[in-house]
C-alpha cells in the first residue's frame, strides 16, 4: 500500500473513532438524563404512596372513632330502655297507681324519663311521679300525666 492509503485509512479510523466517542459520551449522557428523570419519577411515585398510606391510616383512624361512638350511643340507648322497663314495671306493681293508661318513654340524650298518659287522681299522679325518680336514679322525671277519666 502506498503511503496515501495507509494515511487515508488511518485518517478513516481515526474519524470513526472520534465519532465514536462522541457517540458514546451523548449516549451516555442522554442514559445518565433517563436515570435521572427514572429516579425523580420513583421518588414522586414513593411520596405518592406514603401520602396515601397516611390518607388511610386518618380514614381507619376517623371510621375506629366513629364506631366507637355508635357503640356508646348504642350502649346509652339501651341504658334509657332499660330505665323505661324499670320505671313501667315499679308503676304496675305500685298498687297505689293505676297504670293501665301510663306510658313511659325515656329519652337517654338528655337523660329524662317522660310519663304521659292519664291517671284517676292528681294523688296518683304524685305518686307515679315519685315512684320514676325512685327508679330512675340520675334521670330527670317529667310528669305529662293528666288527670281524670278519659
Request: proline share 1%; with cysteine; net charge negative.
Amino acid at each position: 500500500m502506498t503511503r496515501n492509503r495507509i494515511g487515508m485509512w488511518m485518517g478513516a479510523v481515526l474519524v470513526a473513532a472520534v465519532a465514536s466517542a462522541a457517540c458514546n459520551d451523548r449516549a451516555e449522557r442522554e442514559a445518565e438524563a433517563a436515570a435521572r428523570d427514572a429516579g425523580n419519577v420513583a421518588e414522586r411515585a414513593a411520596d405518592a404512596a406514603r401520602e396515601a398510606g397516611r390518607d388511610a391510616a386518618d380514614a381507619a383512624k376517623d371510621a375506629t372513632r366513629a364506631a366507637g361512638d355508635a357503640v356508646m350511643e348504642g350502649g346509652r340507648a339501651a341504658d334509657a330502655a332499660v330505665e323505661t322497663m324499670d320505671v313501667k314495671t315499679a308503676l304496675m306493681a305500685d298498687t297505689r297507681v293505676d297504670a293501665g293508661d301510663i306510658n313511659v318513654d325515656t329519652d337517654h340524650t338528655s337523660k329524662t324519663v317522660t310519663l304521659k298518659g292519664r291517671v284517676p287522681t292528681a294523688e296518683q299522679k304524685a305518686i307515679a311521679e315519685q315512684v320514676a325518680k325512685d327508679k330512675a336514679a340520675g334521670y330527670q322525671v317529667r310528669n305529662e300525666l293528666m288527670v281524670g277519666k278519659g
